[in-house]
C-alpha cells in the first residue's frame, strides 16, 4: 500500500492562518486519496532542539494532536501517534548522521537562520534536525510528504540521503517525493496584511487561533487593518487589508471573490465584518466542542495508543533491516 507521512511541530497553538492553508488541505487529501495509508506524528522531538518547558510541551503535544482530530482528521483513516513515543526515529537519526556530511547539513537555510538569531547555545541538535527529519520519513517508505515551502529543501536532502544509502546498501529506501499545497490559501496578518499571520507575532491581535472564545473572534475582525475606501472589493496589491478578509470569507464559505462582491456591492466594512465574525465562528464552533470532548478523554489516549503501535510495527522493520544491511548486532534471519 502506498503511504503518506508527515509531522507536525508542537510549537505555538494553532491558528486560523494555518488551519485554512494548512489543515483543511490535509484533511480533503486523506478523504481523497483512500488508497494511501496515512501516518502524522506530533514532532515532539523536534521540538526541543531549543530549550521548552515541561508542562508546557506536555501541554501542547495533547492540545495539537486533538486540534487536527477536532477540525477532521480521521484517527481511523490515520495512524496518529508522538515522535517520542517511537524509539526506531532517534535511533535512525543517528544511523542517517553517519551517512550525511557536515557540509550538506551546514547548508540547510533554516538551520543557518536559527543559528544566527540565536548566537550563543546552539544545540547539536538543532544542527542534526534535519537528519532526524530524515529518518522520520525514511523509515515509513511514504511516496510523498505534505509540507510547507520552508521544509522542502530538508525534503531535498532527506532524497538525498536516501539515494546515497540505497546505493551503498542495495535498495533500501523509497524516495520520497513533496507535496507542497500550492492552492492553500495565505492568510495574513490582521495588524499588518502584508505579513503573514503567525503564532509566532508578539501581537495577539494580529490573528484568531482555533480556540479562541466568540467575543474574541469577533472583537479580532472588528479591529483588523483595511483601509479608508470602505468599499468590498478584492485587490490584494492595493488592499491588502480587506483582500485579506475576503480570502478568509471565500475559503470558508467556498464563494468567489465576484460572488462576495456582488453580495456586498451596496455594504460597508462594519456589515461585512460582523458577518465575517459570525462565518468564522460557525466555522470554528464545532471545532471546539470537539476538542474539549477529546482533550483529556481516553479516546484521545487509545488513537494515540494505536497509532504508535503501528507506527513501531513499520518503523522497526526498516530500522533492523538497514542496521543488517550496516553489519550491527548479530545477523537476524
Ligand atoms: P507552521 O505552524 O508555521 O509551522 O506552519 C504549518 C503549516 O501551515 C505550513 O504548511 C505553513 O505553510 C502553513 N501556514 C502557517 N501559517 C499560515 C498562514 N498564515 N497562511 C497560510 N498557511 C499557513
Ligand atoms: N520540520 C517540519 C516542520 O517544521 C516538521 C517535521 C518533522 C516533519 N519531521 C517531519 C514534516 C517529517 C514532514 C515529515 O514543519
Redesign the pocket.
Known sequence: MKRILSGI?PTGSLNI??Y???IKNFVKLQDQLPDYEFFIFIADLHAITVPKDKQKLRKLIRELAALYIACGLDPERVNLFIQSEVPAHAQMGYLLECHSYIGELERMTQYKDKSRKQETGVTVGLFTYPTLMAADILLYDPDFVP???DQKQHLELTRDIAQRINNRFNDIFTVPEPLISER????YSFTDPTS????SDDNVKSRIELLDPENIIKKRIKSAVTDSLGTIKYDPEKRPGISNLMMIYSVITGQSFEDIETAYADKGYKEFKDDLGEIVYQELKPIQDRYHELINSKELDAIFDKGRERAIEVSNRKLYKLMDRIGLGRKRK
Open positions: 511541530q492562518g494555518t485554512l492553508g494548512s509540507v510547507g515551502q492553500g490559501a495565505k492568510i503573514k499571520m503567525s503564532k
